[in-house]
Nanobody, 125 residues
Framework: QLQVAESGGGLVQPGGSLRLSCAAS????????IGWFRQAPGKEREGVAC????????HYADSVKGRFTISRDDAKNTVSLQMNSLKPEDTAVYFC??????????????????WGRGTQVSVSS
C-alpha cells in the first residue's frame, strides 16, 4: 500500500523560500493525484495545492497563488512544493496526501486517503 512522507520543513524569515518534498514508499505515485495541505494551531487543515497524475491539472489556494509551485517527478516518486515569498501566516504543519480521485479546485481533504505525518514550516523574523 502506498505510503508518503514529507521533508524539507524548517524555520525561515519572511520573504524567504523553502522546498518541501513528498516521497512515496512501498508503492508508486503513478496514477495518484497528490495534494499539499497545511494546518496551523487552532485552525482546520486547508488545501494548499494539488496536481493530477500527468501534471496537466494543477490547482492552488488563493492564498498561495503566485508564490507556491507544485511539481511531480514520477521517476523519482516525489512531489515537490516550492514556496517563495513566505509570510508569517504560512506557518503551519504541511502534509502531503494522495488520492485516486481528482485534483479539484476546492482541494478538499476528504477525498485524500493516504497521508504523511507532516513537516513543520515556521516563518518568523
Amino acid at each position: 500500500q502506498l505510503q508518503v512522507a514529507e521533508s524539507g520543513g524548517g524555520l525561515v524569515q519572511p520573504g524567504g523560500s523553502l522546498r518541501l518534498s513528498c516521497a512515496a514508499s512501498a508503492y508508486t505515485f503513478t496514477g495518484y493525484r497528490i495534494g499539499w495541505f497545511r494546518q496551523a494551531p487552532g485552525k482546520e487543515r486547508e488545501g494548499v495545492a494539488c496536481i493530477n497524475s500527468n501534471s496537466r491539472i494543477i490547482h492552488y489556494a488563493d492564498s498561495v497563488k503566485g508564490r507556491f509551485t507544485i511539481s511531480r517527478d514520477d521517476a523519482k516518486n516525489t512531489v515537490s512544493l516550492q514556496m517563495n515569498s513566505l509570510k508569517p501566516e504560512d506557518t503551519a504543519v504541511y502534509f502531503c496526501a494522495a488520492t485516486l480521485y481528482y485534483c479539484e479546485a476546492a482541494i478538499t481533504r476528504y477525498v485524500y486517503d493516504v497521508w504523511g505525518r507532516g513537516t513543520q514550516v515556521s516563518v518568523s523574523s
